[in-house]
């Protein structure tokens, strides 16, 4: 079978102007300038999102460096090093200065207890760049510095009371609210960001009644869990909106429609504008619930929700179609609190009342047992985990093939079945076997055209396996092996630049494990 040039999947839209979220830089930050220093503080406790694209801009490459990468990018980059001294600056200048206007505010500041504060966020930020990145090293710097430092110096000198808890309680909620932000990322973080805020706050709440009193540590641990969640920010969220606040969580007013409405206007956009409020936002619940309104409305279009959020980078808007967002914010706050037995934090199944949560799980499971494989940068991963992986495919296509009038069900049911099948070829007479096969959709009819590309050459791949086969002797053995090899180092190009998740994993391993067959029996 001769196979068309292969396929280029369309693209996402491009976002209009004022839908857009993403910075565009013109110039770096300077040190001298107070606006630049004011723009930076802003960063860091409203939109520390833009720190990472300003680290990017700064130096291509700096936001994913750690440990030493990120060292030697230090010492390359002189404007990335610049913007760390920048930030280190402000980290001492800042909660100094705030205290001080405290203090001139008629409080009574505890300067040691401020200084610690500084120290603490000083070497707590560089650490935290070293593992996570520079961008994250400077947010959870600065803002520790100012929670710890001032709250802890405000809360010593107002001859710790209740008064004392709530300052140091609200203080180091908002601070830390900017930490978890950072730290536990966008979108699926949220859960368990804010769990864990509640969770610290309460862990607090006891460490400091213990220290001071019951009811200290009730009024830190109560403002705690208000403050971390930027409640008492909210009206000021509301009025910033989106684009200027980003790290509101408490759903923002009509954000939920607007998404709604672009859903249903081309669900194309919706998916892009969903990622790009996920990209710079904690806005993560009006986003799923915008989703799961179109997908209410447009039941049937479960297979197309399924590629729009897996080809945006979003695989949680299919594990909230189908389990509820509610349950798990509530499983993720029981996590964090280890006190309580394991039995009472099982996660919330998915949900299968309704064909379309059915097949949203389906693809959610396959991807919850991608990502519970072990880490394959060295090569496959074991075999009993692929045949996990396997299982976890054939049952999405049996859920598939459950519900053949959706639209695209034929065609899914077949990829997701043929995949399992290519997955557990682990010799040449199971790779022999695939062969035969033949899609139920033309390319370009095909939901997921680089999919089903990519599975038509696997099996004319399967097909050489049978030439290999039946050869009986070394120069057509070896020539027919030589094509399948050929064939497969092209199509794994094809694979890394066109396919999405999980697609993309697991045909690589399927490429990975039959190249390394037809190395072995060409010699």
Not at 97 to 123: E, K, M, N, P
Not at 322 to 348: G, N, V
Not at 352 to 378: F, H, K, N, W
Not at 440 to 449: I, Y
Request: glycine content about 10%.
């Amino acid at each position: 079978m001769r196979l068309p040039a292969p396929p280029r999947p369309q693209p996402l839209p491009d976002l209009p102007p004022h839908l857009q979220l993403c910075p565009h830089f013109t110039r770096t930050l300077q040190g001298w300038n107070p606006l630049d220093a004011l723009r930076l503080l802003y960063w860091v406790f409203f939109k520390p999102q833009f720190l990472r694209d300003y680290v990017e801009y700064l130096a291509p490459g700096a936001w994913e460096a750690h440990d030493k990468e990120a060292w030697n990018l230090l010492r390359q980059q002189p404007a990335l090093r610049g913007f760390v001294l920048h930030a280190l600056l402000l980290e001492i200048l800042v909660p100094f200065g705030l205290a001080w206007l405290l203090q001139q505010a008629g409080l009574s500041v505890d300067w040691f207890v401020v200084a610690l504060g500084v120290a603490f966020g000083l070497a707590f930020g560089v650490a935290f760049g070293v593992e996570r990145g520079v961008a994250g090293g400077v947010a959870v710097g600065v803002a520790g510095g100012v929670a710890v430092g001032v709250a802890g110096g405000v809360a010593r000198g107002v001859a710790v009371g209740v008064a004392g808890g709530v300052v140091g309680g609200v203080v180091v909620g908002v601070a830390l609210g900017v930490a978890f932000g950072m730290a536990l990322g966008v979108a699926g973080g949220v859960a368990v960001g804010v769990a864990v805020g509640v969770a610290v706050g309460v862990a607090g709440g006891v460490a400091v009644g213990v220290a001071e009193g019951v009811a200290v540590g009730v009024a830190f641990g109560v403002a705690f869990g208000v403050a971390v969640s930027r409640a008492p920010l909210y009206p000021l969220s509301a009025l910033l909106g989106v684009r200027r606040d980003g790290l509101a969580w408490l759903p923002l007013p009509a954000l939920r429609r607007q998404l709604r409405n672009a859903w249903r206007q081309d669900p194309a956009l919706g998916a892009a504008w969903s990622r790009e409020v996920l990209a710079y936002s904690l806005q993560f619940i009006p986003v799923v619930a915008a989703a799961n309104d179109w997908l209410t409305e447009q039941p049937a279009q479960a297979h197309r929700f399924a590629r729009l959020a897996l080809q945006a980078g979003q695989p949680d808007l299919l594990r909230y179609a189908s389990r509820s967002l509610a349950a798990m914010l509530w499983h993720e706050f029981k996590r964090t609190l280890f006190i309580l037995p394991r039995r009472w934090k099982q996660i919330p199944p998915y949900r299968q009342d309704t064909p379309t949560r059915a097949i949203c799980g389906a693809y959610a499971r396959v991807l919850d047992r991608l990502g519970s494989t072990e880490d394959t940068t060295q090569g496959l991963p074991p075999a009993s985990e692929r045949a996990a992986l396997t299982s976890a495919l054939l049952q999405a296509a049996g859920v598939f093939a459950s519900f053949p009038d959706f639209p695209h069900a034929a065609e899914s049911a077949w990829s997701y079945r043929l995949l399992g099948r290519l997955l557990a070829a682990d010799d040449l007479p199971g790779v022999r076997a695939c062969a035969g096969e033949r899609s139920p959709v033309a390319l370009e009819a095909a939901l997921r055209p680089e999919l089903v590309y990519a599975l038509q050459v696997l099996l004319q791949v399967a097909e050489e396996a049978g030439s290999v086969w039946r050869a009986t002797s070394d120069l057509p053995r070896q020539q027919a092996a030589l094509r399948a090899t050929e064939s497969l180092r092209d199509l794994g190009e094809y694979v890394r630049q066109t396919c999405f998740e999980p697609e993309k994993t697991i045909l690589s391993w399927v490429i990975e494990r039959w190249s390394a067959l037809f190395i072995t029996v060409g010699g």
